[in-house]
């Protein structure tokens, strides 16, 4: 146990001392990883941004129920009574007109618009939740709801931020099909270097292989190099995503500043920068290992 | 020790190398194998250390069949052999220690003990103030030295050598038969592929010729 850690410790070391011995190549190398890298990372982390904005707005779909504008005192209670009867009603909140006309004027500041109006166009209303927030079991229940005497209209609130959902959804099978083509190229590179790194050491290889090294002890430095570069690269890209994001929230902040809102994107939690250093490196490895196991059974000693 | 019985061996293209040759080496023994090149010598070498294998016929080193050995086995029935080459086959990328050290490396030796043992092997041939040195930087017999101090380093029970003085001068020569016959009075069996006569001379072995593939004479 002690030797096997021992020759990795070793190993790792001269592995390093190899990526250092070619600087350029090396640096050139985890560039190209890392830019490549960026783009799937990148998009991720606006996708993620964007959902947790999303959720922001739409933590709760409601149904809103209007009613007629002539409806009376009797028949708004007798609707009340049957929310308040309705299992599939969470709660509800009931809106009158006149504090419908009151917000709209606090909000919108049309104050002279809605004062010049001859009489107030807005309709009673209910905003209701339901207890079960499936689309499914919302629309059942807005239906059930608008078939109510006196209701003329109910809609659902939370369609557009479904929407946004949805196509969310499909940015996240993007970043996926991204990656994992941005994945078979991590590999495909990193057979090549390999490849070349094993005949640059045919020698070596001949001459420890005479003198009774092992596959495993032939393959490891190959193993170990594609592993760091494959790392080296995730670093680069977390290095780039997180210099963007600082970047967009810097003018962002100016921006912010105009529309008096606070919108700043998040940087990539500390388990994703874990990822990308862990994946990449085990993509790496995995390059790593099928190329010297495909160009290692050409070296025979003779 | 080793034991070679009706071995044949045939290249691909159809070059007889090795043509019925049997023999028994046992434990300690000095032995050179002769003849002209194209004879065999370094075909019956590379079959001991696996290097090829035998067309047909058993070769048995230290009770294993090389021959249908597993390619995993291979790696440490060549642990057991210290492998000298006529044209050294130094790395240089390193200088004189880590070329000494790579059995070591590749046996899993602790950096301590392992130094130690570099040093050894390098006094006994010689060459331990060139330690630092790059293989180029050395001689021809120098580099044929290291060779054997790499061969010697991790103390093998079987020393092979493939015309160990095959480039070298005759002073050069016979500093290196005095070394192989130290190894031997320690209790190494040793194989001497040559068709160095000054060498075989001076040692007195005993003798296997080959001559087109087969035993010539067995002494």
Redesign the interface.
């Known amino acids: 146990m002690?030797?096997?850690l021992?020759?990795h410790a070793?190993c790792f070391g001269t592995t390093m001392v190899k990526l250092a011995r070619t600087p350029l190549g090396s640096v050139f190398n985890m560039f190209v990883i890392g830019i490549a890298l960026c783009l799937p990372v990148g998009l991720y982390a606006l996708i993620d941004n964007l959902q947790a904005a999303s959720g922001h707005l739409a933590a709760e779909p409601q149904i809103s129920a209007f009613m007629a504008l002539d409806a009376s005192k009797g028949e708004i209670a007798q609707i009340e009574l049957r929310l308040k009867q309705n299992p599939r009603v969470e709660r509800y909140r009931f809106v009158a007109r006149d504090q419908a006309l009151q917000e709209l004027k606090q909000s919108s500041g049309l104050t002279d618009v809605i004062d010049s109006l001859p009489q107030n166009p807005l309709p009673d209303a209910f905003i209701i939740s339901a207890k079960n927030n499936t689309p499914q079991a919302l629309d059942a229940l807005r239906e059930e709801i608008a078939q109510w005497p006196r209701i003329v209209h109910a809609q659902l609130d939370a369609v557009w931020a479904r929407r946004l959902d949805a196509t969310l959804r499909f940015g996240r099978v993007i970043v996926l099909i991204l990656g994992g083509l941005l994945a078979l190229a991590l590999v495909a590179i990193t057979f090549n270097t390999i490849r070349l790194q094993v005949l640059t050491q045919r020698?070596?290889v001949?001459?420890?292989?005479?003198?009774?090294?092992?596959?495993a002890?032939i393959r490891r430095p190959f193993l170990y190099y594609g592993a760091l570069q494959g790392a080296a690269g995730g670093l680069v890209a977390w290095l780039f995503v997180t210099g963007g994001i600082w970047l967009i929230n810097r003018n962002l902040g100016e921006l912010s500043h105009v529309y008096a809102s606070l919108f700043q994107l998040k940087y990539l939690p500390p388990v994703d920068a874990v990822v990308l250093l862990l994946f990449p490196a085990a993509l790496g490895w995995v390059g790593a290992w099928l190329s010297v196991g495909r160009h290692l059974s050409h070296i025979e000693?003779? | 020790m080793i034991t070679l019985s009706r071995v044949f061996k045939r290249y691909p293209g159809g070059r007889q190398a090795l043509n019925d040759v049997g023999f028994t080496v046992e434990a300690g023994e000095l032995l050179f194998i002769t003849g002209p090149s194209g004879a065999g010598k370094t075909t019956l070498l590379k079959l001991l250390?696996a290097?090829e294998r035998p067309t047909s016929g058993t070769v048995i080193v230290s009770g294993q069949n090389v021959g249908t050995l597993k390619s995993?086995a291979i790696?440490?029935?060549?642990?057991k052999?210290g492998?000298i080459f006529q044209d050294h086959?130094?790395?240089f990328?390193r200088n004189a220690f880590h070329n000494v050290a790579?059995?070591l490396?590749?046996?899993?030796?602790?950096?301590k003990d392992a130094a130690r043992r570099v040093r050894a092997a390098l006094d006994k041939v010689g060459l331990l103030k060139y330690e630092k040195a790059l293989p180029i930087t050395l001689s021809g017999g120098e580099q044929q030295r290291l060779c054997i101090a790499?061969a010697i380093v991790h103390r093998p029970a079987i020393l092979l050598a493939d015309e160990p003085t095959g480039n070298l001068d005759i002073e050069y020569a016979s500093a290196i038969g005095d070394l192989f016959q130290s190894f031997n009075q320690v209790g190494v069996t040793v194989i001497v592929a040559t068709h160095d006569q000054a060498l075989l001379a001076r040692l007195n072995p005993r003798v296997i010729a080959l001559r087109n593939g087969a035993l010539a004479e067995a002494a």
């Open positions: 002690n030797v096997w021992g020759q070793r020698d070596e001949e001459v420890v292989k005479l003198i009774g090294a092992t596959d002890f000693p003779v | 250390a290097i995993g790696p440490f029935l060549r642990r052999f492998l086959k130094l790395l990328d790579l059995p490396d590749i046996a899993g030796y602790g950096a790499r």
